[in-house]
């Protein structure tokens, strides 16, 4: 596999030169981004199933076999939708904030590795890249219902970047602690840090379970999923920011949320959940364990769908401030102490 | 002309048309929008520096936190844009004359002679971490005024929230204690009763 690959950058370079890198580069791009996009459209499918079988439906099983197809006809019915403009609207802004609130969801996967040295960037402050991108995807749904020039848009906005903001600060101090314990920014380091002859008790999901926690809740309030879609809220305001939006402009925030739920599973895999390693000692480490861990996380997320209710605002605002700030402050202090002592085994 | 340095004069030309949009924009929004397009352009400008924790801090700080905030009041003023430019010439030449100074000042500043030929950046391995580094200095050669500094952030932090909370006597609140602490119990009664079947053939008459 590795002399394949290495023959093929040797032909490659002598044939294009120069150009080379950055034609490599976009391949590799699209050998992510393609399967994220699959991923994408499965996941709504698997979405309808889980939660049609939680309440003892069948969910979609007309398109294809199983319904298999499913995902694919709903692609090509919002491909073929009319996108309307309202009259009243920022034009300008109204088309850039689905492509504000897709691209950073994309952009982050640049430093997420999938398996040992398979990385696009294999950049220094990872984390910290991270972080940023995350922090970026708010943009797109603030414009989305600021140049909606819509009372409910504009409150979904509004309540939704009151949201990301708050819990934002809980899931980076939930990702200090896990920067203490591996010390390093690098995502691949921090994936290694977690091996050991212990296998899955070498994990960080142990000292730091309670980040852990904080982390999988903050990213379930980041992403805007039940029970805190506040964002959307179709009871209350309709369906919040996106109201406007038809077609494929709808579709692209559609996309956005769902990548991002995600790249979530990804990141709690390979900070808590030691990425493809092993969880035994025996079996050797593969993408494999990687693929089953982001499942089982984004199980989860479709289960929290399905059993909580929506969490009233105040709730949620107290949950961010007054429960899980405080909470990861305390754990970055506890870890910081607990590594000085010889009890730190990790 | 390598490839640096035109990555470097595309960030730069960006950073300043951006700031130029964010005091011409007639719409409050646009101005934060531009505002936001000038700190990335500034920090590919710091990466291009290989100071990539500053450069990455300023996006996640100033853009991902800082701007969303700003955003969040601009979009919630109705702001009247004549009453907005009125006074403008009356004030131009008093905000001219500040901006002449303050270019006399810089090109004072950058066109001392120490600098006037640009000062290279340092070149480091590939394994050099700006982060690693950066704590190093600040945890141990500047620890004193960096901790100064943070101490001077929480008492502005302090004081804004003091400053601004005001106790209403009459106003209702919710003791979220009591609200936590409920149990099923105190709002939940189940009643069992015996399932009850109308008689057969009877379904409407079944008083009788």
Known sequence: MMELLQILEQTGLDLLGPAWLPVWTIVKIMLIVLPIMGAVAYLTLAERKVIGYMQIRIGPNRVGPYGLLQPIADGVKLLFKEIIVPSGSNKFLFILAPIMALAPSLAAWAVVPFADGVVLSNLNAGLLYLLAMTSLGVYGIIIAGWASNSKYAFLGAVRSAAQIVSYEIAMGFALVCVLLASQSMNLGEIVQGQKGSYGLLNWYLLPLFPMFLVYLISGVAETNRAPFDMAEGESEIVAGFHVEYSGMAFALFFLAEYANMILIAFLTSIMFLGGWLSPVPFIPDSFVWLLAKVSFILFLFLWFRATFPRYRYDQLMRLGWKVFIPLTIVWVIVVATWMQTPLWVW | ?208
Do not use: C
């Open chain 2, 1 to 208: 002309m390598n490839f640096e340095t035109i990555v470097f004069y595309v960030f730069a030309a960006l950073t300043l048309f951006a700031a130029l949009r964010v005091i011409t924009a007639r719409n409050p929004v646009h101005a934060v929008m531009f505002l936001v397009l000038a700190f990335i352009s500034s920090s590919g400008i710091w990466l291009l520096l290989e100071a990539e924790f500053l450069a990455i801090t300023l996006v996640l700080v100033y853009v991902g936190a800082v701007m969303v905030l700003f955003l969040f009041v601009v979009m919630m003023l109705d702001i009247n844009l004549v009453r907005l430019r009125e006074g403008f010439w009356r004030w131009l030449p008093f905000g001219a004359a500040l901006a002449g100074l303050m270019v006399f000042q810089m090109v004072w500043v950058l066109g001392s002679t120490e600098i006037a030929g640009g000062v290279e950046a340092v070149r480091h391995a590939a394994d050099y971490s700006n982060t690693k580094e950066l704590g190093r200095l600040i945890y141990t050669d500047y620890v004193y005024p960096f901790e100064l500094a943070a101490v001077l952030l929480l008492i502005a932090m302090v004081a804004a929230i003091a400053l601004t909370l005001r106790r209403r006597k009459d106003s209702k609140s919710q003791v979220v204690a009591d609200q936590v602490a409920v149990k099923k119990a105190d709002r939940l009664r189940v009643v069992k009763m015996q399932a009850e079947k109308p008689a057969a053939g009877h379904p409407s008459a079944s008083k009788e």
